[in-house]
Every structure is written in C-alpha cells, then in structure tokens.
T-cell receptor, first 115, second 116 residues
Framework: GAVVSQHPSRVICKSGTSVKIECRSL??????MFWYRQFPKQSLMLMAT?????????EQGVEKDKFLINHASLTLSTLTVTSAHPEDSSFYIC???????????FGDGTRLSIL | GNSVTQMEGPVTLSEEAFLTINCTYT??????LFWYVQYPGEGLQLLLK?????DKGSNKGFEATYRKETTSFHLEKGSVQVSDSAVYFC???????????????FGQGTILTVHP
C-alpha cells in the first residue's frame, strides 16, 4: 500500500508554544488529507478534511483558529496547534487519499504532550 | 447520521482461540465497510474491507462479511496469535453524496490481547 509519513512522532513542549505536525504522502499524490485526534482508549475523531489548494473543512466543535491546517501541495499537509495548552495533549493522526472515494492511508501518529 | 457500534472490550484470548469482534452500523444508502488495526504507538492499517452487501473481506486469516439485512460487519479469525494483539476499529464510509462523503466514521475500537 501507499506510504504516509508523519513527523514528528512525539513532541513535548511548554504551554503556550505552537507545534507543527507534518503529514507527507511519499509515493502518491494526496488530493485529500484528513486529520484525526485520538484520546486514550478512545476512537478517532475527525478534526478536519483538507483538499490540496483549498481551505480545510473543520468538523463541528473544532476550533479552526486553534488548529491551523495547510495543504499547499499534493504531498504535504501540516497541522499547527497554536498556543498549545495541556488539554491539547493527545495523539494526532493524519491520513491521505488520492480521492474521496478511495482508500485512506494513515500516518503513524504524533504523540503531543503539553506541559 | 452515520454511526458504528463495536463490541466493547477488552477481549483477552489464548493463542489459537477463535475470535469474533462484533460491529453494527447505521447509515443511509450503501456504505463501504472497513476493519482497521492499530498496533501500540502506531497509526491505523487497513485490515480488510467490503464495498457491497454479501461481500466478504479477508486478510491475514481475518474475515468479515457485509450483512445488509442485519447491518453488521463482524470480524472473525479462526486461530489468533500473540502478534494479533492490537486495537481493532470498525469503520464505514458513505458511498456518495452529502457532507460526509469520503469521510470515515469509526467505532470506538476493541482492544484485543492474546496470551501465549
């Protein structure tokens, strides 16, 4: 299957800092990327859907000014958690697809810990 | 709206035991159904899928049959191994149209632990 690389795998930072997470499709062009958040022992919650070259579509309840998503190329999307606080600590996972009807390929996730 | 309900875990089995993880769904139209597996500290990997009623998805000894009449997609494996220990997610994706088009809706996940 296709490979999606997510970086960093783990980040620990102080409250108030901004953190950027990258999601790259290594061997295919991802027209659509999805960002999920996973709480301990819980399911994945879709945060937003981004299509290359256009603004991300956020799910209800997700603050778009808090979680900035950029999908500037067909192989890269970034999620920036701005002014992160301890409640933003979570496991963030991206997935990429070459079309909305096609399979989503998942990155290995980023464990974000805000002190 | 769309929803997926999975059998609550955790599930603990001995090696070579039979596995069933129940999954039922609610959706309009004809969704595609998926099982994903998540190993500790990793993202999700597609395990198997089925795109229409009566389809059977299979991979690595796991099977699931798309049952439209019971809106179910139960995961089964005849003989589990220690290496199957992971979290398993059932998911659906709408087939066409609407604001949820292309999005996956996940069940809550079932933790499977297999002991030697």
């Amino acid at each position: 299957g296709a490979v999606v690389s997510q970086h960093p795998s783990r980040v620990i930072c102080k409250s108030g800092t901004s953190v950027k997470i990258e999601c790259r499709s290594l061997d295919f062009q991802a027209t659509t990327m999805f960002w999920y958040r996973q709480f301990p022992k819980q399911s994945l919650m879709l945060m937003a859907t981004s299509n290359e070259g256009s603004k991300a579509t956020y799910e209800q309840g997700v603050e778009k000014d808090k979680f900035l998503i950029n999908h500037a190329s067909l192989t890269l999307s970034t999620l920036t958690v701005t002014s992160a606080h301890p409640e933003d600590s979570s496991f963030y996972i991206c997935s990429a697809s070459s079309g909305q009807t096609l399979e989503q390929f998942f990155g290995d996730g980023t464990r974000l810990s805000i002190l | 709206g769309n929803s997926v309900t999975q059998m609550e875990g955790p599930v603990t089995l001995s090696e070579e035991a039979f596995l069933t993880i129940n999954c039922t769904y609610t959706a309009t139209g004809y969704p595609s159904l998926f099982w994903y597996v998540q190993y500790p500290g990793e993202g999700l990997q597609l395990l198997l899928k089925a795109t229409k009623a009566d389809d059977k998805g299979s991979n690595k000894g796991f099977e699931a049959t798309y049952r439209k009449e019971t809106t179910s997609f139960h995961l089964e494996k005849g003989s589990v191994q220690v290496s199957d220990s992971a979290v398993y997610f059932c998911a659906l994706k709408r087939s066409a149209g609407g604001t949820s088009y292309g999005k996956l809706t996940f069940g809550q996940g079932t933790i499977l632990t297999v002991h030697p």
